[in-house]
T-cell receptor, first 115, second 111 residues
Framework: GAGVSQSPSNKVTEKGKDVELRCDPI?????LYWYRQSLGQGLEFLIY????????KSGLPSDRFSAERTGGSVSTLTIQRTQQEDSAVYLC?????????????FGQGTRLTVV | TQLLEQSPQFLSIQEGENLTVYCNSS?????LQWYRQEPGEGPVLLVT?????EVKKLKRLTFQFGDARKDSSLHITAAQPGDTGLYLC???????????FGAGTTVTVRA
């Protein structure tokens, strides 16, 4: 499809397990963001990729969280040793760049539930 | 501390009433955007404002960017149940390069 695709759409995991969330951005978009959204809340910035530059990881809440972006396209967000407080919707967005007024296009998110 | 402060957090009104949502910051933004998010979906861009003092209208929605480019407002006239959703302001501060979001305003329009 032409939009941002995220998988899986829902993930239930046991506390202590590792999970991988995938994001396929729009082709040609150099910027990619991961955000976390708790129920009824706004978006918490996690990590930002822009082209071949080093990612901005300043929003990652702990060293259990990591992300990579291979070939400037697909990105994977990995959460190790999941905790119940990690339960949230994880949203990925891509944009053409970081220029003035650039629109961010979002996927539908992955709803993660840690039991 | 949120870079972008939105108010109110929740707003519930009757169909046909008007409403205003505010987005404020102590930082200067090169542009501000408003997104709307419906349940189970990702946010979708409504508008981008780039010039201080700018006013943009999108049907019944009016967006304003403050003269100092530190604040914005979204006004909805004669709200309809289809306007229900989470409204998020977002922007890239002049001294940064990544998009930051406010905490959002949940708007409920009752029929």
């Amino acid at each position: 499809g032409a939009g941002v695709s995220q998988s899986p759409s829902n993930k239930v995991t046991e506390k202590g397990k590792d999970v991988e969330l995938r994001c396929d951005p729009i082709s040609g978009h150099t910027a990619l963001y991961w955000y976390r959204q708790s129920l009824g809340q706004g978006l918490e910035f996690l990590i930002y990729f822009q082209g071949n530059s080093a990612p901005d990881k300043s929003g990652l809440p702990s060293d259990r969280f990591s992300a990579e972006r291979t070939g400037g396209s697909v990105s994977t967000l990995t959460i190790q040793r999941t905790q119940q407080e990690d339960s949230a919707v994880y949203l990925c967005a891509s944009s053409l760049g970081a220029g003035l007024g650039t629109e961010a296009f979002f996927g539908q998110g992955t709803r993660l539930t840690v039991v | 501390t949120q870079l972008l402060e939105q108010s109110p957090q929740f707003l519930s009104i009757q169909e046909g009433e008007n409403l205003t949502v505010y987005c404020n910051s102590s930082s200067v933004f090169s542009s501000l955007q408003w997104y709307r998010q419906e349940p189970g979906e990702g946010p979708v861009l409504l508008v981008t404002v780039v010039t201080g003092g700018e006013v943009k209208k999108l049907k019944r929605l009016t967006f304003q960017f403050g003269d100092a480019r530190k604040d914005s407002s979204l006004h909805i006239t004669a709200a309809q149940p289809g306007d229900t959703g989470l409204y998020l302001c977002a922007g890239i501060p002049s001294n940064d390069y990544k998009l930051s979001f406010g905490a959002g305003t949940t708007v409920t329009v009752r029929a």
